[in-house]
């Protein structure tokens, strides 16, 4: 018997996980599900578009294992389709004496997880990949590279039902069953009935995990990360990527300047704590979302341990000068004048019961059901490797 499998989930961890099962069991009827009426529609059509090349995450974690393949899975995957990829590269620095170690444990990080091309500059150098940029020390990561996350979510798309899978958009899930033969997925009008499934939710994985019977944590607190537009007289003052020396406390990597595929240059993210998980005006609120958000233990004991961090980033949302103050230190020729805001998107961060920020991607498997509980950055450049991962695991 043809297996069933449903996948809910239209960003791009959930589409990646259908065409791989497609690719692997070309007898299996897939069908993907979304709320909304497009695909990529929450975190991957709103990140910066990065496609990470390592440098951050613990050797040895699922994150640092993921995000080497996939990297390598992504860029073979958009030459082959003629999506969108630059290897612009990025520079990592830092502007203190007092950041010098940190700078440092980083660099033996990258290099653990193999980083391809990684240099180390000093001021020199740095002003030769890029030219106003400031700093003390910097490391070079030559094979980073900026890509249209919407545009490969779509190409998925198209792929899933080329092989004969179905991707149902508008069609939000209300309730997963656990019944007789399989799952049952209550989604808009009607329900389907499945032998196994996968949640990537995403901003919802808690949700659809207490939806398939799993446990309360961890639960997911929304982040507004907001991004400033550079203006095109000033665009060409960064070639590729400039970030900060990121605090090891937060999974956040600071406030940065970015190159996007269409030659604009954008400043962010920050990370404030939203009001709502998935609208994009800044004046949006859900009682809903508040409500689950200040429920959490995790959200105080967070607060608790934080508070003046978040202040910090709140000072920022609210004035452009604040919020640029840092940045200038990295490109000082950037200044307010030569800004405006862009928008934002809203990331998925896991916190534990005790105020823990789940760093690492966590996916749990029982009873038919595979449930992505925290995948956050770099799940969009993992995502190929992510779907690998997940396929593995589930009973053929």
Known sequence: MEQRIGIVGGGIVGLAVARELLRRRPGAEVTVLDKEDRVGAHQTGHNSGVVHAGIYYRPGSLKAELCTRGRDLLRDYCAEHALPYDECGKVVVAVEAAELGRFDALERTARDNGVPGLRRLDPAALREVEPYAAGLAALHSPRTAITDYVAVAEQLAREITAAGGRVLLSTPVTAIDRVTGGVRLRAGAGSHHVDRVVLCGGLQSDRLGRLAGGGAEPRILPFRGEYLAVVPAKQGLVRGMVYPVPDPRYPFLGVHFTRRVDGSLEVGPNAVLAPHRDAYRRSSVSARDLAD????????????????????????????????????????????????????????????????????????????????????????????????????????
């Open 293 to 396: 958000t200040v429920a959490w233990p995790g959200f105080w004991h967070l607060a608790a341990q934080h508070w003046r961090t978040g202040v910090r980033e709140v000072r920022g949302s609210l004035s452009v000068r604040a919020y640029l103050r840092d940045a200038q230190r990295y490109v000082p020729a950037i200044g307010v004048a030569d800004v405006h805001r862009r928008g934002f998107g809203i990331r998925a961060q896991a916190v534990e019961r005790d105020g823990t920020l789940v760093d690492d991607f966590r996916i749990e498997h029982a009873d038919g059901v595979t449930s992505v509980r925290n995948a956050p950055s770099p799940a969009a450049t993992s995502s190929l490797a992510i779907a690998e991962h997940v396929v593995d695991r589930i009973p053929a």
